[in-house]
């Protein structure tokens, strides 16, 4: 499975991106993560989605800002980034669950990754 992530770039403090995440191959049956990594710090779960799109999960410092969806018609998963702030500026990545995983939050709970897509939020 590829990942292509894809729609970062430089926003003001406030404004919106939207990211996509296509795949090479259908990810219907996966489900599906972000992460994202600042400068100088580890990576961070941002969100997760099952592989029919009705259950979410989201990081403490998106909550409420971000909205994870997918449209597995098109292989493709979104991440919807709202009231963006710069601490928010970081290379977003998008990933598929392992099978075998029992989690959603660590990173090693998924196995393949985008190459990732550099949001930069200006204050």
């Known amino acids: 499975v590829q990942l292509q992530a894809s729609g970062g770039g430089l926003v003001q403090a406030g404004g919106s991106l939207r990211l996509s995440c296509t795949s090479s191959?259908?990810?219907?049956?996966?489900?599906m993560g972000w992460f994202r990594q600042a400068p100088g710090k580890e990576r961070e779960f941002v969100a997760h989605?099952?592989?029919?799109?009705?259950?979410?999960y989201y990081g403490d410092s998106v909550s409420g800002r971000f909205t994870v969806s997918r449209d597995n018609g098109q292989n493709t998963v979104y991440l919807q980034m709202n009231s963006l702030k710069p601490e928010d500026t970081a290379v977003y990545y998008c990933?598929?669950?392992?099978?075998?995983?029992?989690?959603?939050?660590?990173?090693?709970?998924?196995?393949?990754w985008g190459q990732g897509t550099l949001v930069t939020v200006s204050s």
């Open positions: 990933a598929k669950q392992s099978l075998h995983a029992s989690g959603w939050i660590r990173d090693f709970e998924y196995d393949y």
């Open positions: 191959r259908t990810v219907s049956n996966y489900n």
């Open positions: 989605i099952n592989w029919d799109g009705r259950i979410t």
